[in-house]
C-alpha cells in the first residue's frame, strides 16, 4: 500500500507512560504491561471493517427516540429499561433474523401489512401487552409513516478517524446487512474516499452474524 502501518495504539503508548519519577512503581509497571499488551495485538491488525447504519450513518432524530415520544404522548407509561429492551429487539429483527424473514414471506417487504406488524412487535418488545400493541399497531405505524422525517447524518469525528485510519495504512471497508449494493449512497456522503471496498449482505446471501460474510 506505499506506507507502514502505525499500530492503532501506538500514539496512545507514549501519551499514557508514566515517567521513571512517578512514586507509584507498582501502578506505573501495571500501566505500561497493559499498554503494551495493546500496542502488541493492534500492531497485528491488517484491516478494519465498519458497520454503516448506526455506526457510520446516522439518522437524527431516531427512530426510537420519536416512537417513544409518540407511545408516550398516548398515555402508555413505557420506562428506559423497556425502551432499550425494544431497541435491543430492532437490532436483533434486522439483522435478517427468522422473524423478518418470516414476516417478509407473509407480508411483503416495505408494505403497509409489513409495517403495520413490525410496530405490533415493537410495541410488545417494548412492554406493551399483545392484544393492546395489536390494536395500537396501525395508527402507531401511519404515524411513523406519515411523520417521521429523519436527517441523514455523518459525525465529524467519522472523517477523522477514518482519515487517519487510511493514512495509517489499514485496509477499510464496511460490512453492511443491506439487501442492495450502497456505492453511491457512499458517495453522497462523502465516505466512499476512505474505503477499499463497500460489501452488502444481499450480494452474497450472507448477512451478519453469519460468519460467512466476514
Keep these: 500500500m506505499g506506507k507502514t502501518r502505525r499500530p492503532l495504539f501506538r500514539a496512545a503508548f507514549r501519551k499514557h507512560s508514566i515517567p521513571a519519577?512517578?512514586?507509584?512503581?507498582?501502578?506505573?509497571r501495571i500501566t505500561a504491561v497493559f499498554l503494551k499488551e495493546v500496542y502488541l495485538y493492534t500492531s497485528k491488525i491488517k484491516a478494519v471493517l465498519f458497520d454503516l447504519d448506526g455506526t457510520l450513518r446516522h439518522h437524527l432524530?431516531?427512530?426510537?427516540?420519536?416512537?417513544?415520544?409518540?407511545?408516550?404522548?398516548?398515555?402508555?407509561?413505557?420506562?428506559?429499561?423497556?425502551?432499550?429492551?425494544?431497541?435491543?429487539?430492532v437490532h436483533f429483527y434486522f439483522a435478517h433474523s427468522f422473524e423478518i424473514q418470516a414476516d417478509i414471506k407473509t407480508h411483503g417487504y416495505d408494505k403497509k401489512e409489513f409495517w403495520v406488524n413490525f410496530t405490533r412487535r415493537r410495541l410488545i418488545a417494548s412492554g406493551i401487552r399483545p392484544a393492546q400493541a395489536a390494536t395500537l399497531a396501525p395508527q402507531v405505524s401511519a404515524y411513523m409513516g406519515e411523520s417521521y422525517r429523519p436527517q441523514t447524518h455523518v459525525h465529524e469525528e467519522a472523517h477523522t478517524v477514518l482519515q487517519f485510519l487510511k493514512d495509517s495504512g489499514y485496509v477499510l471497508a464496511t460490512v453492511s446487512n443491506r439487501?442492495?449494493?450502497?456505492?453511491?449512497?457512499?458517495?453522497?456522503?462523502?465516505?466512499?474516499?476512505?474505503?477499499?471496498?463497500?460489501?452488502?449482505?444481499?450480494?452474497?446471501?450472507?448477512?451478519?452474524?453469519?460468519a460467512l460474510i466476514f
Design 179 to 210: 439487501d442492495d449494493p450502497y456505492h453511491e449512497e457512499m458517495k453522497t456522503l462523502k465516505l466512499d474516499s476512505y474505503f477499499q471496498f463497500f460489501l452488502a449482505g444481499g450480494e452474497i446471501n450472507s448477512f451478519k452474524p453469519d
Design 61 to 89: 432524530p431516531s427512530a426510537g427516540e420519536v416512537f417513544l415520544e409518540h407511545i408516550r404522548s398516548l398515555g402508555l407509561k413505557i420506562s428506559e429499561e423497556d425502551h432499550i429492551r425494544a431497541e435491543h429487539w
Design 21 to 28: 519519577q512517578s512514586g507509584n512503581v507498582s501502578h506505573r
